[in-house]
């Protein structure tokens, strides 16, 4: 077996990996400025782990030639990826950070082809097998056999329970896997806690007269908080691609932990319009909003932060990671932001709480425990290689391939 890395080795984004040069595996974007995208590839097909933008974001690129490979995945990632191109259109279409047209969004759904898990296709010489990876609903484990090497992608994925997806449980048999390693370096507070520590303190907010703004990534992060909100009685209103979303992972009950709970959740909370001013009225009530951009970069929040943020009855409670440069990591570390080109000081509370969608340090390695005789290539982190040592000090066969890197067996 052949494999390229020909993105996300040593970094968080852009992930895309190909096999044999023929078999992609995911094909994502860097979120900045510029925005990054991996090194080109024309494979024969296409298998996608998720729907996030770091491995999807570049999908349709790879449909703007006279190839037109197809595309498997499950049906939550398909739609999710075909909304995550089409709001990339919408803000960046003609420009360097969006490298595909609305034609080649169009050839998406022409060449796409959904599988549930467990379901062993063919595609490209190679047979695939798609695992639950208790990341975000569709979310998947991808392993690849071509015959004489058996290739476990992990993906992205999570060992514990979040109220919206179940945690992974599978262990397929694997000579070689590539495994993410994002929080590494990091051990995760019981999550029942931080939740309880969560709504406690949105509920002390509201008690006091506050509002609470909750900002949250619109795939899987904001249907979480709903999941909260509707659980423990607090009012809140939903906007921003979130309400989109929702309604999408609606229609996918099959991969939702409770897809009651998520109906529930999604008749509890008043979905924004954005008319007439009705964002700045909101934010005037004592009540939560769970609004995009997670990280401060964009959307509602840039109405919502702004109207908060004078008083210190108000509170901003951030669900999850602040990348190092963003408005929502300058908010925390220096109690200002930038909004909308204004640097904002900010009274009202600010707040952090882990509600990673990803394993932590014990997770990947209880997870990496069931592959001691197989060799692990760590990528999907910004730590790689001290966590490549870390696991060959404890006698495993592990490396952090660089960027461009190819390994053969």
């Known amino acids: 077996m052949d494999i390229r890395f020909l993105g996300g080795a040593g970094e968080v984004g852009r992930s895309a990996i190909l096999v044999n040069d023929r078999l992609l595996l995911d094909y994502g974007m860097k979120s900045g400025n510029p925005t990054q995208f991996p090194e080109d590839a024309a494979p024969d097909a296409v298998v996608v782990s998720h729907g996030h933008l770091d491995h999807v974001g570049a999908i349709p690129s790879l449909l703007s030639g006279s ?160 999941l909260i909100c509707e659980q423990h009685d607090i009012p809140c209103y939903v906007d921003g691609m979130g309400k989109r979303i929702t309604k999408l992972l609606l229609q996918h009950p099959e991969f939702v932990r409770d897809a009651d709970a998520l109906q529930r959740a999604a008749s509890h909370a008043r979905f924004v319009t954005g008319r007439d001013g009705q964002r700045k009225r909101i934010a005037e009530q004592n009540t939560a909003v769970v609004t995009t951009s997670g990280m401060l970069h964009g959307g509602p929040a840039m109405t919502y932060v702004p109207a908060v943020r004078s008083h210190p009855t108000n509170k901003i409670a951030m669900t999850g990671y602040q990348v190092e440069g963003t408005p929502g990591r300058d908010l925390l570390e220096t109690g200002s932001a930038e909004i909308d080109g204004r640097m904002l000081p900010v009274s009202a509370q600010v707040e952090q709480y882990d509600f990673s969608a990803h394993a932590d340090r014990d997770g990947i390695r209880t997870f990496l425990a069931a592959y001691e005789d197989a060799r692990i290539l760590v990528n999907h982190g910004d730590r790689c290689e001290a966590f490549a040592a870390e696991l060959r000090d404890d006698g495993v066969d592990a490396t952090a391939p660089a960027l461009g890197d190819r390994l053969e067996w």
């Open 67 to 226: 190839t037109q490979p197809p595309i498997h995945w499950t049906p939550p990632t398909r739609e999710l990826a075909l909304t995550l191109a089409r709001d990339t259109l919408k803000l960046h279409g003609g420009t360097i950070q969006c490298p595909f047209t609305e034609t080649d969004v169009q050839r998406v759904t022409q060449v796409s082809e959904t599988h549930g898990y467990r379901e062993t296709f063919e595609t490209a010489g190679h047979e695939v097998t798609l695992f639950d990876a208790g990341h975000i609903p569709g979310s998947a484990h991808i392993l690849v056999d071509d015959g004489e090497t058996r290739l476990l992608y992990t993906g992205d994925f999570h060992t514990v329970d979040q109220r919206l997806v179940s945690k992974t449980t599978v262990h397929p048999d694997a000579d070689v896997v590539i495994c993410e390693s994002t929080y590494s370096d990091v051990e995760h507070e019981n999550r029942s806690t931080v939740e309880d520590r969560f709504v406690e303190s949105v509920e002390t907010t509201l008690w006091e007269g506050g509002t609470v703004v909750i900002p949250a990534f619109a795939i899987g992060r904001t249907q979480e908080m709903l």
